[in-house]
């Protein structure tokens, strides 16, 4: 019979309590090293071991190990992790639009909003830009571009003659 590293080092259940509330308190990134420290102590350097005995994931005791061994923390970088706005892709674009379409543009009627209104819709601002110089593949999609102009503080609304008009019944005059 196969004893664990647990019963071999003869931890016990009481230490093993402790040991996961006080890691627990330590705040990344330490936290990490501190789970590598008690993992090399205690279960001879094996991170499968720490994962079954305190619930830690191994990965994150590897990478501790690995931090430990090196003697400065991994980048993490997670600020960095997100997909850039198009802004940033593309910071020509902002500016270019507002050369386009500032002079189609109408304010707020009573002025109580900075919001301006733009008649041309998204895919007609994609086109404007496409005969302008910009090529399809660098161009994002037509809900890409409806977002920056919302963030650019354009509002998209349709001319309000193009709507049809309800038919009204009180209003009937073919008697």
Same mark, same amino acid.
């Given at each position: 019979m196969r004893t664990s590293i647990v019963q071999k080092n003869q931890?016990?259940? @009481?230490?093993i309590a402790l040991i996961k509330r006080l890691v627990s308190m330590v705040p990344w990134p330490d936290r990490r090293l501190a789970q590598a420290d008690v993992?090399?102590?205690?279960?001879n350097g094996?991170?499968?071991?720490?994962?079954d005995t305190f619930g830690w994931g191994r990965s994150v005791v590897k990478q501790g190990m690995?931090?430990?061994?090196?003697?400065? @923390?991994?980048k993490g970088n997670i600020a960095n992790r997100h997909r850039k706005r198009i802004e940033e892709k593309? @910071?020509?674009?902002?500016?270019?639009?507002?050369?386009?379409?500032?002079p189609h543009s109408?304010?707020?009627a009573r002025l109580s909003t900075t919001l301006r209104y733009l008649?041309?819709?998204a895919s007609a601002v994609r086109k404007t830009l496409l005969d302008n110089g910009y090529t399809e593949s660098e161009l994002?999609?037509?809900?890409?571009?409806?977002?920056?102009l919302n963030r650019l503080g354009y509002r998209l609304r349709s001319v309000v003659k193009a709507k049809p008009q309800k038919k009204n019944p009180g209003n009937r005059s073919d008697f």
């Open positions: 931890v016990s259940e @009481p230490v993992t090399l102590s205690l279960l094996m991170p499968r071991a720490a994962e690995e931090e430990r061994q090196k003697g400065k @923390p991994a593309l @910071p020509h674009l902002k500016q270019d639009i507002q050369l386009l379409f500032d109408q304010a707020d008649n041309p819709s994002p999609t037509t809900r890409t571009i409806s977002n920056l």
